[in-house]
């Protein structure tokens, strides 16, 4: 509760990278506490989401199109979640509430929302959802029951669609949304090929049951394809874009399916210099979709029962690393950048209730 951690701990964004962010380019600060006027609930935030699109959510030397919602200015706070903020679905964060003035919230509620990196937020309930207690952990509503767990199902359910006996690439595989995304093909019969850095290349074959994974700095990837998937691609699932990207779609058979899930690889820059012509299109019947989760949301019931009982029947395993405090959240989205993450990376922002 808020007497136990009065402290407001957030990070304000105060450069504008070239490149991979740098430590320099953040400042830890302690912001005042929030106030809830008519409607509105304050909360702590508990487990806090790192994502690629952070990235793009931050200031560049160069004005470009950021994803939906705002980017922010230099000096002020890094963005967590939707802003302006959405259901509370599409925020940052988990956490509990602290003090309410709306008629659906009480202290000790658990919620998902969230905008900012700050640890008390105050937001109108109608931007906040309650989670059910006792259903999963809590990390996991940030991992495989949230917004990872979720793209990677609607990814694989209104496009990717794999058949039995057809060949799925996964980009970023070991990643939030990758590890989900190979597994639902195994799930739906496809021999699924990743595309992965590190230790992640042998922990999707061994623990999450991928037919092989490329290592992408170990290997070029058009070689590695062609070894691994010599009758071509049939869904390519794409979390990263640039060159993995490209060798993915050289490749895709006839009536192939490309995923535009994501550009981890190419946040880094401002805008993309890439992009797959388009005469295979049309000579090779291609499907080629980008989504953006947000407008998808009717599907989450169902995303979530169906989730859960993979999770009971021991059909997908998920695992997130954890970045202890918000001091070293920049650090985390740093690794998260670099590949240097093992699955869903999430910042612990303080203890789950009635831990110590
Ligand atoms: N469509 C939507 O609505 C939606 C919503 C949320 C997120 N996304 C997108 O989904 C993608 C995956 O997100 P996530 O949270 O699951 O992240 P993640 O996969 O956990 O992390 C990103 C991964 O991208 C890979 N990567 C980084 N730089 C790369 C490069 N230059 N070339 C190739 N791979 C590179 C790294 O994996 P390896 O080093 O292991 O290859 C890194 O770990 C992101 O692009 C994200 O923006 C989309």
Redesign the pocket.
């Known amino acids: 509760m808020a007497s136990n951690h009065p402290e407001n701990l957030a990070v304000r964004v105060i450069g504008a990278p070239e490149g991979l962010p740098e430590l320099k380019d953040f400042e830890v600060t302690v912001e005042p506490m929030p106030v809830p006027g008519e409607g509105e609930v304050l909360f702590r935030g508990i487990y806090m989401?790192?994502?690629?699109?952070m990235r793009?959510k931050m200031p560049y030397p160069v004005l470009a199109p950021g994803?939906l919602g705002a980017t922010a200015k230099i000096g002020d706070l890094m963005i967590a979640g939707q802003v302006p903020p959405g259901r509370g679905y599409s925020g940052g964060m988990v956490g509990e509430v602290v003090e309410s003035r709306h008629p659906d919230f009480k202290p000790g509620d658990l919620i998902h929302g969230g905008c900012y990196w700050q640890t008390y937020q105050v937001l109108h309930g109608r931007h906040l959802d309650k989670l059910p207690k006792g259903e999963a952990p809590l990390i996991a509503e940030l991992g495989v029951l949230g917004?990872?767990g979720f793209?990677?199902y609607?990814?694989m359910e209104l496009i990717g669609q794999v058949k039995p006996g057809e060949t799925l690439v996964v980009?970023?595989?070991?990643?939030?949304?990758?590890?989900l995304a190979g597994q639902m093909g195994k799930i739906a019969g496809a021999k699924v090929v990743g595309?992965?850095?590190?230790e992640?290349?042998d922990y999707v074959v061994r623990e999450l049951g991928f037919d092989a994974c490329i290592d992408?700095?170990k290997e070029p990837i058009g070689e590695a394809l062609d070894r691994l998937c010599p009758e071509g691609i049939d869904v390519y699932f794409?979390?990263?874009?640039?060159?993995?990207q490209r060798a993915a779609f050289d490749r895709l058979r006839d009536f192939g399916r490309l995923v535009?899930?994501?550009?981890?690889?190419?946040?880094?820059a401002a805008e993309s210099d890439h992009g797959p012509p388009l005469r295979p299109v049309l000579r090779k019947q291609l499907k080629i979709q980008?989504?953006?989760?947000?407008s998808y949301y009717d599907m989450y019931p169902e995303f979530r029962r169906r989730v859960l009982g993979w999770l009971k029947e021991g059909k997908v395993k998920y695992r997130e690393q954890i970045v202890d405090g918000m001091a070293n959240a920049p650090q985390g989205l740093i690794d998260?950048?670099?590949?240097?993450?093992k699955?869903?990376?999430i910042v612990k922002l303080g203890p789950e209730p009635g831990e110590a």
Not at 260 to 268: D, I, R, S
């Open positions: 989401s790192l994502d690629p699109a793009r994803p917004q990872p793209v990677a609607a990814g980009s970023a595989a070991g990643g939030a949304i990758g590890m595309v992965a850095s590190g992640k290349v992408r700095h794409d979390n990263v874009g640039g060159e993995v535009v899930c994501g550009m981890a690889g190419e946040y880094n980008g989504y953006v989760i947000y998260l950048l670099s590949g240097a993450n699955g869903k990376m």
